[in-house]
């Protein structure tokens, strides 16, 4: 993880834009945001459909390349990088959950967390011992060479989540992480990412439920591509929300 | 991501459509296993002519008696003895170009010492023969003038009839009987090894021919002078063609033949069979490039088709990898890898196939063939090419897909 550095923003964004042309007619999917997110900050990004939040991520995330604005991820200007010194960014420095979690369906939970070590020119044996040890910390220990159709929707977003970490990443970006999950395993999920951001890791949590949303610091709201509203927050405890409920049995 | 890790996961990614992926090789694989089964006929071919020649010397001209027409009827090739001791000897006395004929005859003969029964062929020469034939003596001595002139009961063994009968015992001296008459042994001939057609050249006995001719071959009715051919050697330097020609021109003359009537004899001259042989072979490996070409072709595309459907299959799974950090490069080398790999185990496994067919040809059929390690090299060689080749356009497809829009991929 990258040692904070007190004072700098790890992701910092000014007047970025992202327009869609679309048959001659122009789509601000993303109009003038600016924003700074530090070190160990746990961001939700909220707003109703279409109002660019998973824009905003993307371009965050260096999946996609703005058509106007400037974005310094950890003091760099990332503007005039190539599609390659991206990718290699994206694996050093971010770690990706998607709503679907995007695993290999016909790889093991060890290989699919080790696929960014594939890329980071980690060694085979290392691989698997990292990712093995990550998903030793998140309890999947014993699923490691299961494949994710053995697996429940919960295990396989704890997955993707120790696929985002093997890395060792400063932030974590997920978009919608518990959309696809019931609301136990939802707050489970969100338990966990707490217990990441207890560790110093910087979170940035796409959400449209505010009850997801009550667990970050930080709550950014979008409507047609703006940033209306940034607002921090004393976050609700999801450890303790998951042991109030009635079912109670972690 | 090393070529060893895109290797392997090529062979996972072919191994979880199996079926698919066997049915892709299909037009590699057979296209390999044809062209290594017709090169190792065709090798074969040339080589057992090549080791021919090396075995007889491109000079060589071989006279034997031919085809015969009397009253219109035409009798079969030897029907009639029409060579004769004294052809070889006016060969070599008036056609300066010559510088042997060898009158010989040739039968096949049971070989007895001790208990041991051997049936080997029986040669009987002249002196000549040793002229025309580089044949060396490995243990004793040759045929000599008076064992020629006398009629001598006496015998050169082929190294493999020696060891056969008389095994570690120093044959020299000992009597074997052909047919059941007695030759005494005073030589052993040099081993000159097998033909590639699987001929065993050492296996022969060589007598004087008169010996040969009047105790065990037997003596033609109509002619006592006839042989069964003449091995006629051509003077370093001298044009074999040429040499040819004067040898047709006076064996005609001597047989009285008209300018109407066919030869009776027939000349073969090891440098034309394998001139005809060479150049049907090269007519073969142009048909051979051509039949490679086309199913390489066919394969390349099937292989083509089934990555693009692969890319497509796959798009989710390439945009997590690039988001994850793969590189351009590294998912072009992770689909050139498995189309390579795809094509190249077709060609392994075609490889096998020719091989075995190869050999199934040989001991069923009794071809020679020859399967050389630089063939099927070449063979699997050019199919991970051509997999490298139709791979590379739906490779450039996968690696120049956008990320999230291959994330967002149903
Ligand atoms: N590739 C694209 N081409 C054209 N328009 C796009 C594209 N991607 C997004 N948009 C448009 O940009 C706008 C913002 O989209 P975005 O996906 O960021 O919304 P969102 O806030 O994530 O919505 P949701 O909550 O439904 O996921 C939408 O109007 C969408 O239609
Ligand atoms: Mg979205």
């Given at each position: 993880?990258?040692?904070?550095?007190?004072?700098?923003?790890?992701?910092?964004?000014?007047?970025?834009?992202r327009?869609?042309?679309?048959?001659?007619?122009?789509?601000?999917?993303?109009?003038?945001?600016g924003?700074?997110?530090?070190?160990?900050?746990?961001?939700?990004?909220?707003?109703?459909?279409?109002?660019?939040?998973?824009?905003f991520?993307?371009?965050?995330?260096?999946?996609?390349?703005?058509?106007?604005?400037?974005?310094?991820?950890?003091g760099?200007?990332?503007?005039?990088?190539?599609?390659?010194a991206?990718?290699?960014?994206?694996n050093?420095k971010?770690?990706?959950?998607?709503?679907?979690?995007?695993?290999?369906?016909?790889?093991?939970?060890?290989?699919?967390?080790?696929?960014?070590?594939?890329?980071?020119?980690v060694?085979?044996?290392?691989?698997?011992?990292?990712?093995?040890?990550?998903?030793?910390?998140?309890?999947?220990?014993?699923?490691?060479?299961?494949?994710?159709?053995?697996?429940?929707?919960?295990q396989?977003?704890?997955?993707?989540?120790?696929?985002?970490?093997?890395?060792?990443?400063?932030?974590?970006?997920?978009?919608?992480p518990?959309?696809?999950?019931?609301?136990?395993?939802?707050?489970?999920?969100?338990a966990?990412?707490q217990?990441?951001?207890?560790?110093?890791?910087?979170?940035?949590?796409?959400?449209?439920d505010?009850?997801?949303?009550?667990f970050?610091?930080?709550?950014?709201?979008?409507?047609?591509g703006r940033?209306?509203?940034?607002?921090?927050?004393?976050p609700?405890?999801?450890?303790?929300?998951?042991?109030?409920r009635?079912?109670?049995?972690? | 991501?090393?070529?060893?890790?895109?290797f392997?996961?090529?062979?996972?990614?072919?191994?979880?459509?199996a079926?698919r992926?066997?049915?892709?090789?299909?037009?590699?694989?057979?296209?390999?296993?044809?062209v290594?089964?017709?090169?190792?006929?065709?090798s074969?071919?040339?080589?057992?002519?090549?080791?021919?020649?090396?075995?007889?010397?491109?000079?060589?001209?071989v006279?034997?008696?031919?085809?015969?027409?009397?009253?219109?009827?035409?009798?079969?090739?030897?029907?009639?003895?029409?060579l004769?001791?004294?052809d070889?000897?006016?060969?070599?006395?008036?056609?300066?170009?010559?510088e042997?004929?060898a009158?010989?005859?040739?039968?096949?003969?049971?070989?007895v010492?001790?208990?041991?029964?051997?049936?080997?062929?029986?040669?009987?020469?002249t002196?000549?023969?040793?002229v025309?034939?580089?044949?060396?003596?490995?243990?004793?001595?040759?045929?000599?003038a008076?064992?020629?002139?006398?009629?001598?009961?006496?015998?050169?063994?082929?190294?493999?009839?020696?060891?056969?009968?008389?095994?570690?015992?120093?044959?020299?001296?000992?009597t074997?009987?052909?047919?059941?008459?007695?030759?005494?042994?005073?030589?052993?001939?040099?081993?000159k090894?097998?033909?590639?057609?699987?001929?065993?050249?050492?296996d022969?006995?060589?007598a004087?021919?008169?010996?040969?001719?009047?105790?065990?071959?037997?003596?033609?009715r109509?002619?006592?002078?006839?042989?069964?051919?003449?091995?006629?050697?051509?003077?370093?330097?001298?044009?074999?063609?040429?040499a040819?020609?004067?040898?047709?021109?006076?064996?005609?003359?001597?047989?009285r033949?008209?300018a109407?009537?066919?030869?009776?004899?027939?000349?073969?001259?090891?440098?034309?069979?394998?001139?005809t042989?060479?150049?049907?072979?090269?007519?073969?490996?142009?048909?051979?490039?051509a039949?490679a070409?086309?199913?390489?072709?066919?394969?390349?595309?099937?292989?083509?088709?089934?990555?693009?459907?692969?890319?497509?299959?796959?798009?989710?799974?390439?945009?997590?990898?690039?988001?994850?950090?793969?590189?351009?490069?590294?998912?072009?080398?992770?689909?050139?890898?498995?189309?390579?790999?795809?094509s190249?185990?077709?060609?392994?496994?075609?490889?096998?196939?020719?091989?075995?067919?190869?050999?199934?040809?040989?001991r069923?059929?009794?071809?020679?063939?020859?399967?050389?390690?630089?063939?099927?090299?070449?063979?699997?060689?050019?199919?991970?090419?051509?997999?490298?080749v139709?791979?590379?356009?739906?490779?450039?497809?996968?690696?120049?897909?956008?990320?999230?829009e291959?994330?967002?991929?149903?």
């Amino acid at each position: 993880m990258d040692a904070a550095a007190p004072g700098r923003a790890l992701m910092e964004v000014e007047d970025l834009a992202r327009v869609y042309t679309m048959g001659g007619t122009a789509l601000r999917a993303l109009d003038g945001v600016g924003v700074a997110i530090g070190h160990g900050e746990f961001v939700a990004v909220m707003g109703p459909s279409g109002s660019g939040k998973s824009t905003f991520m993307n371009l965050l995330g260096l999946l996609d390349q703005p058509t106007r604005g400037r974005y310094r991820l950890d003091g760099e200007d990332v503007a005039g990088l190539g599609a390659d010194a991206r990718a290699t960014m994206r694996n050093r420095k971010l770690g990706f959950v998607f709503q679907s979690f995007n695993l290999l369906p016909r790889a093991t939970a060890v290989e699919n967390v080790a696929l960014p070590l594939v890329y980071a020119g980690v060694p085979r044996g290392e691989r698997r011992r990292r990712a093995a040890a990550v998903l030793e910390t998140l309890g999947l220990g014993a699923r490691l060479d299961h494949t994710p159709l053995e697996l429940s929707g919960g295990q396989q977003q704890r997955v993707a989540i120790a696929r985002a970490l093997v890395n060792e990443p400063g932030a974590i970006l997920a978009d919608e992480p518990t959309g696809a999950l019931d609301s136990r395993t939802g707050l489970e999920i969100m338990a966990l990412f707490q217990a990441l951001h207890a560790r110093g890791i910087t979170l940035v949590v796409v959400t449209h439920d505010p009850e997801i949303a009550a667990f970050a610091t930080r709550v950014l709201t979008f409507r047609d591509g703006r940033l209306v509203e940034d607002r921090r927050q004393v976050p609700r405890n999801a450890a303790a929300a998951l042991a109030a409920r009635p079912e109670a049995a972690a | 991501m090393s070529p060893l890790d895109a290797f392997a996961g090529a062979l996972d990614s072919l191994r979880a459509n199996a079926l698919r992926s066997a049915l892709t090789m299909l037009g590699i694989f057979i296209g390999v296993a044809a062209v290594i089964a017709m090169v190792a006929v065709g090798s074969g071919a040339r080589e057992t002519v090549l080791a021919q020649i090396r075995a007889l010397g491109a000079n060589l001209i071989v006279v034997v008696p031919g085809n015969v027409t009397v009253g219109g009827v035409r009798l079969g090739s030897g029907a009639r003895a029409s060579l004769t001791q004294d052809d070889a000897l006016a060969l070599e006395r008036e056609i300066d170009a010559v510088e042997a004929a060898a009158p010989t005859s040739r039968g096949q003969v049971q070989v007895v010492a001790g208990g041991v029964n051997w049936s080997s062929w029986l040669l009987g020469v002249t002196p000549s023969f040793f002229v025309a034939r580089d044949w060396e003596i490995a243990l004793g001595r040759g045929l000599e003038a008076e064992d020629y002139d006398r009629g001598a009961q006496v015998v050169l063994l082929g190294e493999t009839v020696a060891r056969t009968l008389f095994d570690e015992i120093d044959p020299i001296g000992e009597t074997i009987r052909l047919r059941n008459v007695p030759f005494r042994v005073v030589g052993v001939l040099a081993r000159k090894g097998q033909t590639t057609g699987g001929q065993d050249q050492d296996d022969v006995v060589v007598a004087p021919l008169r010996a040969a001719q009047q105790r065990v071959l037997g003596v033609n009715r109509a002619n006592a002078r006839a042989v069964g051919s003449i091995t006629v050697r051509v003077r370093d330097g001298e044009d074999t063609a040429q040499a040819e020609e004067q040898i047709r021109a006076l064996l005609r003359q001597r047989h009285r033949l008209t300018a109407a009537q066919e030869d009776d004899f027939l000349l073969r001259n090891l440098a034309d069979i394998a001139a005809t042989r060479d150049a049907s072979s090269r007519t073969m490996s142009w048909l051979l490039a051509a039949i490679a070409t086309v199913s390489l072709l066919v394969g390349g595309i099937g292989i083509m088709n089934i990555m693009l459907v692969s890319v497509t299959e796959r798009t989710r799974e390439i945009g997590l990898r690039l988001a994850v950090g793969a590189r351009r490069r590294d998912i072009l080398m992770q689909f050139l890898i498995e189309a390579a790999t795809l094509s190249a185990l077709g060609g392994v496994a075609g490889a096998a196939l020719g091989f075995a067919a190869a050999r199934a040809l040989t001991r069923i059929a009794g071809w020679p063939t020859l399967v050389s390690p630089e063939a099927i090299l070449l063979a699997v060689g050019v199919s991970a090419g051509v997999g490298i080749v139709f791979g590379y356009y739906p490779a450039r497809r996968a690696a120049a897909l956008d990320p999230i829009e291959a994330l967002r991929h149903a």
